[in-house]
Nanobody, 121 residues
Framework: QLVESGGGSVQAGGSLRVSCALS????????MGWFRQAPGKEREGVAA????????RYADSVKGRFTISREGSTTTFYLKMNSLKPEDTDMYYC????????????????WGRGTQVTVSS
């Protein structure tokens, strides 16, 4: 089970860090990803972190501003968001999988329920 936390409201240019806790296991064997989606829009892959914690992928829209990470083999991983823009406003979902390419496509086996991020101008 994945549970997100840390969303909220911030002004443009500000920062937020959202967290995702994986219950019952460590994150070390999983490819972890962050996705976002607004009502009526397609889901967008934002960032992914390989099971070894070395390889990362980012959507072009967030490169240089967002960072996906985890602390060792803990059960929690993070998405740090800097220089936030109003267009980053979305529901953010974390996801995990044990097999397949660790990419920004949506074929993840496990999903959280989401945390809202709102950026005002």
């Amino acid at each position: 089970q994945l549970v997100e936390s840390g969303g909220g409201s911030v002004q443009a240019g500000g920062s937020l860090r959202v967290s995702c806790a994986l219950s019952g296991d460590t994150t070390s064997g999983y490819c972890m990803g962050w996705f976002r989606q607004a009502p009526g829009k397609e889901r967008e892959g934002v960032a992914a972190l390989s099971s070894g914690g070395i390889n990362t992928r980012y959507a072009d829209s967030v490169k240089g501003r967002f960072t996906i990470s985890r602390e060792g083999s803990t059960t929690t991983f993070y998405l740090k968001m800097n220089s936030l823009k109003p267009e980053d406003t979305d529901m953010y979902y974390c996801a995990a999988k044990l097999s397949g390419a660790c990419a920004l496509t949506g074929d993840y086996a496990y999903w959280g329920r989401g945390t809202q991020v709102t950026v005002s101008s």
